[in-house]
């Protein structure tokens, strides 16, 4: 496992999900349409998805590192 998809799956946020910034691209509508149980919520030209699942939480960032639309600096 990369350590980009470590940092981002080792972390929650308050409430316990795991947080995951895209960009919004029309790229992001693909992943998007794969993502199974998470709340997901725009803002602007960011997206953010957020579950409670590790695995669902992998899955979502490396589909986002295939896509190159996760949001990090």
Not at 19 to 26: E, F
Not at 57 to 63: E, G, H, M, S
Request: aromatic share 6%; no cysteine; charged share 30%.
């Amino acid at each position: 496992m990369s350590d980009l998809v470590k940092a981002i799956i080792s972390k929650r946020d308050p409430q316990g999900y795991y947080v995951i910034p895209l960009r919004k691209t029309q790229a992001t509508d693909n992943v998007l349409s794969k993502v199974r149980d998470a709340e997901i919520e725009y803002y602007g030209d960011t997206v953010i998805v957020r579950t409670k699942s590790r695995d669902e939480a992998k899955r979502i960032v490396k589909l986002a590192i295939k896509y190159s639309i996760l949001a990090v600096t």
